[in-house]
């Protein structure tokens, strides 16, 4: 017996003969449209490709983006205000593509939605933990390290090993049991966690600091303000406690990753080494956590372990020999595609494709992704198989698609209670999607004011906030911290005060409170550490002596390249990034010219008595203000003394 069944292929349809009387085909359709459909009881290509369809405006909305049309379907059920359960309201996905834009919009609007179909793993935490490792352990610089610390998983992993973070009471997790990878097939080879082999010292040296993972970050990130080092591992620079600190955080993270450093072994055997590294992650999490992120994060971790556990029998003559890395990189791609099911729970609403949606009994239904190449579903190129050939074999062909979606389109409106179709104008790249076919179906008087309203950029429904976001009011509603106890400056730097008089509040926030923005994104040097790294140089060369006496330029200019190396190999390491190094180069440039300057004034009797000056105390600015400000500042002061030099 066939139930709903309106297409079958040729070797089904022989099947299906082959029973003679006894099958029996049941069709969902009224009994004055028999003529649509076959002996076998599918639809008649003929009949449904020239039937009209008429779809009311009311039950069509247009939206602009994908996320325009998760908006609308979040509208839709808002209007609904009530009055069915979720279990009575389907969505519907014409374009599969919108189911992760769909879930996020359930989300902000405290709609909780139900995919049959899984969550991909590849969106997943695990999936992310694995990729931004592989990042790291192929290119084990600073960019993809900091990108790996900044993985929310990586972090739990740094706090429980430097015990700021306490595994859960109770016996390790089912689930989470170590066996090998070959041994399993269903069972996750799983153990509780890494506790207590962080790295040696480690919990003394930080301990007492109590550092969060937002102060690490800060630690990486002022870190690489300062030296832009590009090599890690290596030499760390800068003061003594922040090289250890640096250290301990490239240890934790090292120790995580350790399994995939190894000698070239075949495929398979890296599977364990892999597993291992989400063990160190996730081992003390379990399926039946409260948190629904951790049960999602377990049932990843189960089903890559399956996936893994199912290719363990390759032949061993069929597998390369391959590193860590190329491992990694391999198992990626192979889980890219892997859905993680999850059960349905009370109070969901249901997700489904365009081809499950006929048999689904819920009474209200909204269908988002109503264009073509969904809605009906095309093949527009084949080089193998193009649809005229498709035709003359019997496979299912384009004109095929449109009979079947034509008569599923009909027979899910006909059969509920409300039903809107969403069609969208734009994907998410930009790119203009067409209308479904479907709706131009109809009434060719009214086919004008359809097309018309389809392809009019003003009828399309757009939003600025997704439903369930706080509204925007006419004020920002950031309220900026009330400054403490004031504190009167004792001076001011001429840039100081400059930056009162454009705003005394940020003075306050970068004088005063001390203030500075931090982040990793630098790739050369700023103005004021190019700066700072010319005053230094010549700090240096005014305070000695032996040289800043010399009147000969190759001798200031030597003594200048060499002051400057030592100095840049303290700051930004022996490898700096391609673009300080150019800016290293172009200083030197200018230390060489400065060299002749330098020695020509000092023959002219000019003498270089101090590098650095601080103004008396009792030098004053005058302010029409009740209290005097001192002003402060460096200056570079040379006197001269040679009775032949010139004025």
């Known amino acids: 017996m066939l139930v709903g069944v309106v297409?079958?292929?040729?070797?089904?349809r022989a099947i299906v003969r082959a029973y003679g009387d006894r099958a029996t085909a049941l069709i969902h359709a009224p009994e004055n449209l028999y003529a649509g459909f076959d002996a076998d009881g599918c639809?008649?290509?003929n009949f449904w490709s020239g039937r009209p369809i008429e779809i009311p405006d009311e039950q069509l909305v247009i939206a602009d983006r994908p996320a325009d049309q998760a908006q609308a379907v979040i509208r839709c059920l808002a209007d609904l205000r009530g009055a069915y359960r979720p279990e009575e309201v389907t969505i519907g996905l014409g374009d599969e593509k919108l189911a992760p834009t769909m879930t996020q919009a359930g989300q902000w609007a405290d709609i909780a939605v139900h995919d049959p179909r899984g969550l991909l793993a590849l969106h997943g935490r695990p999936f992310r933990l694995l990729q931004a490792g592989l990042e790291w352990v192929r290119d084990p610089r600073f960019f993809p390290f900091?990108?790996?610390?900044?993985?929310?998983?990586?972090?739990?992993f740094v706090r429980r090993l430097l015990g700021k973070a306490k595994p859960q009471a109770g016996p390790a997790p089912e689930w989470a049991e170590s066996k090998p990878?070959?041994?399993?097939?269903?069972?996750?080879?799983?153990?509780?966690g890494l506790e207590g082999q962080g790295p040696k010292d480690s919990k003394d040296d930080v301990a007492a600091d109590d550092h969060t993972i937002v102060e690490w970050l800060t630690v990486l990130d002022r870190y690489h303000t300062e030296h832009l080092q590009d090599n890690l591992g290596s030499a760390w620079l800068g003061d003594e406690k922040v090289a250890r600190r640096m250290q301990i955080l490239h240890d934790i993270v090292a120790k995580l990753y350790s399994p995939l450093v190894g000698d070239r072994r075949p495929l398979t055997q890296w599977f364990e080494p892999i597993l291992e590294v989400l063990r160190n992650a996730y081992g003390h999490l379990d399926v039946h956590a409260k948190?629904?992120?951790d049960q999602r994060v377990a049932n990843?971790?189960?089903?890559i372990a399956k996936n893994l556990g199912g290719l363990t029998g390759a032949a061993p003559g069929l597998q390369p020999d391959v590193d860590g890395p190329t491992a990694l990189r391999l198992v990626l791609a192979q889980l890219a595609g892997l859905r993680v099911p999850e059960d349905p729970r009370s109070g969901q609403i249901e997700m489904l494709g365009w081809l499950e949606l006929h048999h689904d009994p819920a009474p209200v239904l909204v269908l988002a992704g109503c264009n073509d190449g969904a809605v009906p579903q095309a093949v527009t190129a084949d080089a193998f198989l193009p649809d005229g050939l498709r035709e003359h074999l019997g496979v299912l062909s384009n004109g095929r698609r449109y009979a079947r979606d034509a008569y599923l389109i009909e027979a899910i409106r006909r059969s509920r209670v409300k039903c809107t179709f969403i069609a969208g104008?734009?994907?998410?790249?930009g790119e203009p999607l067409t209308p479904s076919r479907l709706l131009l179906a109809g009434d060719l008087e009214r086919l004008p004011a359809r097309i018309l309203r389809l392809c009019d950029p003003n009828h399309a429904r757009r939003w600025a906030l997704p439903y369930g976001a706080p509204p925007s009011g006419a004020t920002s509603g950031f309220r900026i911290p009330e400054p403490g106890a004031f504190v009167e400056p004792p001076a001011m730097t001429v840039t100081e005060f400059g930056w009162y008089l454009r705003c005394p509040f940020r003075y306050y926030l970068k004088y005063v409170r001390r203030l500075r923005l931090v982040d990793d994104s630098a790739v050369e040097l700023d103005a004021l550490q190019f700066g700072n790294l010319t005053h230094d140089?010549?700090?240096?060369?005014g305070e000695d002596p032996s040289i800043a006496d010399s009147v000969d330029p190759e001798a200031i200019a030597k003594y200048l390249d060499g002051v400057l190396d030592d100095r840049a190999r303290d700051t930004f390491g022996a490898r700096p990034l391609p673009a300080i190094r150019i800016q290293i180069s172009r200083l030197r440039q200018r230390l060489v010219a400065f060299a002749p300057h330098q020695a020509r004034r000092r023959a002219d009797g000019w003498k270089i008595r101090r590098c650095e000056f601080e103004l008396p105390e009792e030098t004053y600015l005058q302010f029409p203000i009740r209290r005097r400000c001192g002003s402060r500042g460096r200056s570079i002061a040379s006197t001269k003394t040679s009775a032949t030099a010139r004025g």
Not at 7 to 12: F, Q, S, T
Not at 185 to 190: H, S
Not at 537 to 541: E, H, P
């Open 7 to 12: 297409d079958l292929a040729r070797v089904h």
């Open 43 to 45: 639809v008649e290509r």
């Open 146 to 156: 900091a990108a790996l610390i900044r993985h929310p998983d990586v972090e739990g």
């Open 181 to 192: 990878v070959e041994q399993v097939a269903e069972d996750v080879p799983f153990s509780a």
């Open 291 to 293: 948190a629904i992120s």
């Open 300 to 303: 990843t971790c189960i089903e």
């Open 425 to 429: 104008r734009q994907a998410a790249d």
């Open 537 to 541: 140089v010549l700090q240096r060369f």
